[in-house]
């Protein structure tokens, strides 16, 4: 099991340039999440998705935008970078069976900078 | 709304020391809470987790214990290495499916 895996794992963008981060998840997964983690805040959430065709938004989820087309995967796209959006991003995945509880199973990041 | 507060870091040890990082939380209902940890570089791994009052999780010599009456999960180590510096998490998750929400993390950095 490769787990939860997210490409690329860096990126430098200019602003007004788009682009797709991809994760990718082997789990089996109904539920997957993309947050951003900036320094000293915590992780916030950007959109989820509870199964493939459904996905709603998160915390945070202006200038960015998600489909779930498979279970297995979950992209996140950036239309028009803006700096604000410099960040790492987290992409997770979890079952909802009763031993699990919510335990989410995390990517290993993208750091993106927009300059 | 649902919220997590831990101490501010960074926690600055010597080797074999005891470590104690406070968590409160907010929450209706009954939560799961977790403590996650980030190694420099990496992603968020789950070190341990707690889904009822009274439950005590335990992983690596890292152990919380879920307090109701102090809506608490403090995470302690008896004895820390250089091997657990690293930036850890406390999150908790109001019911299964939804996100989790996370304090703002506290840096443990241990010197030999």
């Known amino acids: 099991n490769a787990g939860v895996t997210q490409t690329p794992k860096f990126r430098i963008l200019k602003i007004g340039q788009s682009m797709t981060l991809q994760c990718t998840q082997d789990?089996?997964?109904?539920?997957m999440y993309w947050y951003r983690q900036d320094p000293g805040m915590g992780l916030k959430l950007i959109y989820y998705s509870v199964g493939a065709g459904i996905t709603d938004k998160g915390e945070v989820p202006n200038g960015y935008n998600v489909s779930r087309s498979t279970t297995e995967d979950f992209p996140l796209r950036l239309e028009l970078a803006a700096p604000s959006q410099t960040s790492v991003y987290f992409c997770?995945?979890?079952?909802?069976?009763?031993?699990?509880?919510?335990?989410?199973?995390f990517g290993p990041g993208t750091r993106l900078t927009v300059l | 709304g649902n919220s997590v507060t831990q101490m501010e870091g960074p926690v600055t040890l010597s080797e074999e020391a005891f470590l104690t990082i406070n968590c409160t939380y907010t929450?209706?209902?009954?939560?799961?809470l977790f403590w996650y940890v980030q190694y420099p570089g990496e992603g968020l791994q789950l070190l341990l987790k707690a889904t009822k009052a009274d439950d005590k999780g335990s992983n690596k010599g890292f152990e919380a214990t879920y307090r109701k009456e102090t809506t608490s999960f403090h995470l302690e180590k008896g004895s820390v290495q250089v091997s657990d510096s690293a930036v850890y998490f406390c999150?908790?998750?109001?019911?299964?499916?939804?996100?989790?929400?996370f304090g703002k993390g506290t840096t443990l950095s241990v010197s030999s």
């Open positions: 789990m089996n997964h109904n539920y």
């Open positions: 999150a908790l998750s109001a019911r299964a499916g939804t996100a989790l929400i």
């Open positions: 997770a995945s979890s079952d909802i069976s009763g031993s699990s509880y919510n335990e989410q199973f």
């Open positions: 929450a209706t209902g009954y939560p799961s």
